[in-house]
Structures are given as C-alpha cells and as structure tokens.
C-alpha cells in the first residue's frame, strides 16, 4: 500500500469490520490531482458486518470505520462497494469498474 490515507483507510476498517476480503484502491491518478493527491479512494469490502443492512447502512458503516478523514483530509471521493459474503460470492468476486473522471478540480 502507498501514502498514509490509504492504509488509514485500511487499517480502520479493519479494526471495524473484520473483513474477509479488502481492497483499498487510490485512483488519485486518474483524476485532476494527479497520483499524490491521495484524494480518491475506491474500496471494496466484504464483511459479515454487512448481512442484514441496507447498502445506505452498510455505506454509514465504512465511513465511521475511517473515522473524520473524509473531514479532515483532502478526499474528495470514497466509492464504497460494501458486500456480505454470500452476495461477493454470487458476484464471483468482481465489482464494477470506476466511471471515468468528469472533470473538476481537487484544489479549493
């Protein structure tokens, strides 16, 4: 893992979640501020924690799990695919490829 925000946002969910599979991706590079940014972040994760939440709950989850960083650092975008391990395996363990960056700016 690279840079500090990511392997944060790793070990907190961890500690949260106890995950079976986590995966902590930086896509900084693909976005206008560039690949030290450190501020886009997708994140894949399967938890038994999920079974019985609804994806809004299971999106509350992982943020609470990394804590104010969403505040307090430059992370600008957290794509979450939260998954129980029943629905990971039903999907053969993929998630959908990120969109293309839009546009925009990180600086403020």
């Known amino acids: 893992m690279t840079g500090d925000t990511q392997g944060e946002i790793h070990n907190g969910i961890v500690a949260a979640l106890a995950p079976a599979v986590l995966e902590v991706v930086d ?20 938890s038994e924690a999920f079974v019985g939440q609804p994806l809004v709950a299971r999106h509350r989850t992982v943020h609470a799990a990394t804590g104010n960083m969403l505040a307090t650092r430059r992370i600008h975008a957290l794509a979450i695919h939260a998954y129980t391990p029943a629905e990971w395996t039903a999907r053969g363990g993929s998630v959908p490829a990120s969109p293309p960056c839009l546009g925009g700016s990180t600086s403020a």
């Open 27 to 46: 896509e900084s590079h693909r976005h206008a501020g560039g690949p030290s940014a450190q501020s886009h972040y997708k994140v894949v994760v399967v």
